[in-house]
């Protein structure tokens, strides 16, 4: 389903849910041309096809966030359906899919998306950028990290960290789209900015990295306090 329409001019933007664990997946296009890409398919390929299909798009590209299946699992079937090039930081997670690097420019039709290498919760993670568009996958949610440690393979604190400073220095109106709908505040937030959450979420309005780590150590305890689910 439609999770919110956040479309201007010719640019298609979707924020959808099609299953998972809250995931949430995106779609982006070109209304002029008719390409768009799929972020993260990890769930539903041909609800996804469907739906691009009613915006009168068709799947061209699929990026990945990172490699973890909730993220993945339907890409492949994807790119079956549509002929789609898929591109991921770490290839190998889905057959037939190309490397990305940093910075690496994507074009959907006559949109250029940004890749942005961003390692922490997964060394393979990338966020992309389209203007003040800015899906974050699982590096950053609304009020929330994504999670590191022995659970998380290859992870990093302090990549994460890094990463998230990194994203820190666009503009604060940027649009944060997060790659699951964690939020667990008062009333509902499925999308942020940049500037809200560098004010309001409680890993990144400490006093810096060693804070970052003690709230991730006592993330349990900070959840139950603070009512977040
Ligand atoms: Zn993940």
Redesign the pocket.
């Known amino acids: 389903m439609i999770v919110n329409d956040h479309s201007r001019d010719h640019v298609r933007f979707l924020q959808l849910h099609l299953g998972g664990d809250r995931n949430f997946q995106y779609l982006i296009g070109d209304a002029r041309t008719g390409d768009a890409a799929a972020v993260d398919p990890g769930f539903g390929a041909g609800t996804f096809a469907a739906i691009a299909q009613d915006q009168g798009l068709s799947i061209k590209t699929i990026l990945i ?4 299946c ?2 993945t699992g339907e890409a492949a079937a994807l790119a079956e359906l549509t002929g789609a090039e898929i591109f991921a930081g770490n290839p190998e997670v889905v057959a037939g899919a190309q490397p990305l690097v940093d910075d690496q420019l994507v074009r959907v039709g006559g949109l250029v998306v940004r890749a942005l290498a961003t390692p922490g ?2 060394p393979d ?1 990338f966020c992309f950028l389209y203007e003040d568009f800015l899906v974050t ?2 590096l950053l949610f609304c009020g929330k990290v ?2 590191t440690g022995s659970f ?1 393979p290859g992870s990093s604190s302090q990549e994460e960290w890094d990463s998230l400073q990194r994203i820190l220095l666009f503009s604060p109106e940027t649009r944060v789209y997060p ?2 709908d964690y939020y667990g505040g008062p009333g509902e937030m499925k999308v942020s900015t940049l500037g809200h959450e560098r004010d309001h979420n409680p890993f990144l309005n400490g006093t810096g990295f060693a804070a970052f780590c003690a709230l991730k150590e006592n993330w349990a305890t900070f959840k139950q306090e603070n009512g977040i689910r």
Do not use: L, N, V
């Not at 966030?65 to 973890?68: A, D, K």
């Open positions: 966030t990172h490699g973890h909730d993220h919760h997964a993670h996958g699982d994504g999670g998380f790659g699951h």
